[in-house]
């Protein structure tokens, strides 16, 4: 199981929380804070996954995110995949969170040609809903 909160500790006053299976509010995680990765995305074989995976959206007209928030520090990792999705026919991005209406209005803003769809609910709401959207 990924555990981010094991850094906790290294950022005063706050405390590693045990991480459970049930979703964590954003404003009650401790998310360390992390450089801009623009400069490792110039390596080739980065170059190589972002080229299939552009590929691949470039044919699609659907892509589900689950969980993720598009924070401004990730902007250089998914800039040029949600390019290739508000460039492709019919190209619509579908966010699974909590907080999806807040980061669907925010890619709005950033990518007026995409059509998000979002879905306000944790994972295992939405599958027990069936993946309905």
Known sequence: ???PGCL???????????????????????????PNKGPLLVQRFIQAIYEGARTVISKSETLVSI????????KASCDSILRVL?????????VVSPDAREVSLK????????????ISKTFKDWAADSFYY
């Open 8 to 34: 906790a500790n290294d950022f005063a006053p706050y405390e590693r929380v045990r991480p459970r299976l049930q979703y964590l509010p954003t404003d009650s995680r401790v998310i360390a804070p992390v």
């Open 107 to 118: 890619l709005e803003q950033c990518y007026p040609c995409l059509c998000v769809c979002a």
């Open 86 to 94: 508000a460039e492709s026919r019919n190209g619509r991005l579908i």
């Open 1 to 3: 199981m990924f555990d």
């Open 67 to 74: 969980g993720y928030s598009f924070n401004n520090h990730d």
